[in-house]
């Protein structure tokens, strides 16, 4: 649906410095913007409301995500915004259609890369480059989508300073004799505070000296001594940290911005000052129409975040040597993008748990339409009605702020009546197989896992690498063969049935006594290789390799922390 009318004051010229105040009453009001409706509602920090999800232009967003301040390793508490976010990107993409542009800001100078630099004796672009790509080996191993394009503030410094120059030359920022440059948060009156309820006490900085008034914020900071720096018109020095991302943002997408992401710490005063900026520079009435904000990610039994600052962190690197992507992203599936989340091994393992229940499906699912697991009548026209209305349930629940939560439930619900109706049998009935309607559910239960960045495929999760097909041929040869082995280990030899008299027959005491001992014989010339099986069995479970012994064939699948995985962390 087209929005119009109702929006055309959304950008343009804004009010003069002396009206600022004046338009108060109605500038703190979010106003829906032109375009056309995506078919979503999400939650709007700006309107703190949810509001019909508006794109400028139809089938494409606009999206700039603060991305980090590369001085050391990212931690779980980074990783759980940006897989969020990653989600939603997915969903917009795979289930609405959007195509979604992209930008993330590198912080790739500031006063904890200098100092970090310092302590260990390199330079701050050095130390900057090195966690940059870090950072980017991070998120390609949670699976996060790179963005469209990655910019860093070094890369824009003479863009920062024209931005600086109209700001000041809107009479919105003044340079001090010291070589510093503010944001006047006063002149800007209450205009200031769209993302926040009430006026508030900028914290981000000290209440240096040359400072107006303790609200104001740097645009622009004079270098200190054996820093580095770069050449403006107000002497040597290096960007504030929010002018980094309107300038970047600005210099992509101009004054139009559909989305702007980040974790809910950055609401104020970073997200604040960056709306201030825009809206100075661009003389836009609302700059950003949609601000989306991820929820902390807090450590069981506390209700501070996770933060270096604290001291409370788990790094992405350590995290991933016990945990895989995928558990950690149904991790964050499970939750609201937008509520806090708490982790614990417990929470990690209440995600693999459901991981192996969906991978037991598929797996029982496929040996059912190969005819490996024998079943009862299927009730078809149940399964479709329950997969008709799961593909229903999802794509309302997406579309109502991205609600993962409510999505996965209804997956789950239909993995519960699709394993009703898998109860193996011992003797095949000759009724056909409902392989349709199980490789439908199949397909679109991978389908959807496989959209939101996981990997549901046959044992894809568990192998990996690149000798990946290699190995699962070596264990499928590897298992058929000890299948055979098992079958003619259990296996009457024919000519020893044939040798049973009819019941009733007379003389029949004595061959029947000498047919009984002789399959005692073969038991026990053959325990020995059923003993072999089972030891195999049991020995590739410790490494995670699980076989199933069927009727007709033997079955594997991998499982994630077998017992030799549980063996070395007790021994760690």
Request: glycine share 8%; aromatic share 10%.
């Amino acid at each position: 649906m087209l929005r119009g009318a109702a929006a055309a004051r959304r950008c343009g010229p804004g009010p003069g410095r002396g009206m600022a105040a004046a338009a108060a009453p109605w500038r703190r009001r979010w106003v829906p913007p032109a375009g056309r409706e995506s078919g979503i509602v999400a939650y709007n920090s700006r309107s703190r409301s949810k509001e019909p999800l508006v794109l400028a232009t139809e089938g494409a967003a606009t999206w700039y995500s603060c991305g980090p301040t590369v001085y050391d390793r990212a931690h779980l508490g980074h990783a759980c915004s940006y897989v969020r976010f990653d989600i939603i990107r997915r969903i917009m993409t795979r289930f609405f259609g959007i195509e979604v542009v992209m930008v993330m800001g590198i912080t790739d100078i500031d006063d904890k890369i200098i100092k970090r630099a310092n302590e260990m004796n390199i330079s701050p672009v050095a130390l900057a480059r090195i966690y940059e790509e870090d950072f980017k080996q991070d998120m390609a191993a949670l699976k996060v989508l790179p963005p469209t394009v990655y910019m860093r503030v070094t890369d824009n410094i003479p863009q920062i300073i024209s931005f600086i120059k109209t700001i000041i030359a809107s009479g919105q920022a003044y340079a001090t004799s010291q070589g510093n440059v503010y944001f006047d948060v006063k002149s800007w009156g209450k205009r200031y505070g769209v993302l926040t309820t009430i006026y508030p006490d900028t914290q981000d900085e000290a209440a240096d000296t040359d400072k107006r008034h303790g609200k104001d914020f740097a645009l622009w900071k004079a270098a200190k001594p054996q820093e580095v720096s770069w050449t403006s018109p107000w002497g040597k020095g290096r960007p504030g940290w929010h002018i980094e991302c309107s300038t970047i943002s600005s210099a992509v997408f101009g004054k139009q911005l559909d989305i702007h992401t980040g974790g809910i710490d950055l609401a104020f005063p970073h997200h604040e000052n960056e709306i201030a900026q825009c809206e100075v520079y661009h003389q836009c009435e609302q700059w950003g129409n949609y601000f989306l904000h991820s929820g902390h990610l807090h450590v069981k039994g506390s209700q501070e975040k996770m933060s270096k600052s604290l001291k409370n962190y788990i790094t992405i690197k350590d995290f991933l040597k016990k945990f895989s992507s995928d558990q950690f992203r149904m991790f964050c599936l499970r939750s609201r993008y937008s509520s806090a989340i708490e982790f614990s091994d417990e929470s990690m393992d209440d995600a693999k748990h459901l991981l192996q229940a969906i991978s037991s499906f598929i797996r029982d699912a496929n040996a059912y339409i190969k005819g490996q697991l024998i079943c009862d009548p299927v009730r078809e026209d149940v399964l479709w009605e329950r997969l008709a209305n799961t593909k229903v349930t999802v794509k309302a629940a997406f579309a109502d702020d991205f609600d993962t939560s409510r999505a996965v439930a209804a997956i789950m619900d239909l993995i519960h009546h699709g394993n009703r109706q898998l109860k193996a049998v011992t003797k095949d009935a000759g009724s056909p197989r409902s392989s349709v309607v199980y490789g439908s559910i199949i397909s679109y239960i991978e389908g959807f896992f496989n959209a939101l960045g996981m990997s549901f495929g046959e044992r894809q999760v568990a192998l990996g690498g690149s000798d990946s097909a290699v190995l699962s041929n070596v264990i499928d040869e590897l298992v058929r063969f000890r299948a055979k082995v098992r079958h003619y280990a259990l296996a009457l030899p024919e000519e020893a049935a044939e040798a049973v008299p009819a019941e009733g027959a007379a003389g029949a005491e004595g061959p029947k006594q000498e047919q009984k001992e002789k399959r005692q014989q073969l038991m026990q010339e053959r325990k020995p290789l059923l003993e072999a099986c089972d030891s195999l069995r049991g020995d590739l479970a410790a490494f995670g390799i699980h076989i199933k012994d069927r009727a007709a064939v033997s079955t594997w699948e991998i499982a994630e922390g077998g017992p030799a995985e549980q063996q070395i962390e007790k021994k760690g």
